[in-house]
Every structure is written in C-alpha cells, then in structure tokens.
Nanobody, 124 residues
Framework: QVQLVESGGGLVQAGGSLRLSCAAS????????LGWFRQAPGKEREFVAA????????LYGDSVKARFAISRDVARNTAFLQMNSLKPDDTAVYFC?????????????????WGQGTQVAVSS
C-alpha cells in the first residue's frame, strides 16, 4: 500500500508560482511512477506530469510544458510540482498518483494509488 498526501495549493494571481508537494508513505517508490493530474469543475481529470522514481525521467502534458516542472526527493520520498506562469485555466484540484511501473503513462486509469488532492486557484 502507498499513501499519498498533497500539499502546497492555494490562491495565486495570474503569472505567479506555486510548488506542490506529494509525500509518499507505506513503501519506497524505487519501482514506481508518480504522476500529477488535475481536475476542474465539470471537466475530466487531466494529465499534468509524471516522473519515474528510479531514473528521474519525466513527461508533461501539452498545456503545462515549459511552465511546470516535476521533480522528486528520493531520500524524503516526496515529489514536487513547481508551477510557474500560472494562468486562470490552471485552476483545478491537483492530485498526485502512483503506479508500480518503470514506464511513464498519462492515463489516470492506470494509476493505483491516489492522494486526496489540493486546490489551486489562479485569479486573473
């Protein structure tokens, strides 16, 4: 079992930055992929970014490329999502999720473990 807890959400003005954290517990994530997703009201869950825990390879959704950066601190069993140049369209609940795999995937249905989410609101 893997437990995930997100933090770092909040209200920010357009153009600002936030850093989300995802603390994992229950086991080490050496053979896992950790992903970030977001869901706005009335919309489907959208892939944001993913990282392979062992190799550090990353993948990004088209809407956040060049603005967001995913990283992980292996010693702290924690992943991060640095979000820069935020736009009102980035407003959503952000979730982290984990999948036991060495292959990055963008599909939420493939992720087994999910956090409860953290709200991000970007004002114009």
């Amino acid at each position: 079992q893997v437990q995930l807890v997100e933090s770092g959400g909040g209200l920010v003005q357009a153009g600002g930055s936030l850093r989300l954290s995802c603390a994992a517990s229950g086991r080490t994530l050496s053979d896992y992929v950790l992903g970030w997703f977001r869901q706005a009201p009335g919309k489907e869950r959208e892939f944001v970014a993913a990282i392979s825990w062992s190799g550090g390879y990353s993948l990004y959704g088209d809407s956040v490329k060049a603005r967001f950066a995913i990283s992980r601190d292996v010693a702290r069993n924690t992943a991060f999502l640095q979000m820069n140049s935020l736009k009102p369209d980035d407003t959503a609940v952000y979730f982290c999720a984990a999948l036991q795999s060495r292959v990055l995937t963008t599909r939420p249905a493939e992720y087994k473990y999910w956090g409860q989410g953290t709200q991000v609101a970007v004002s114009s």
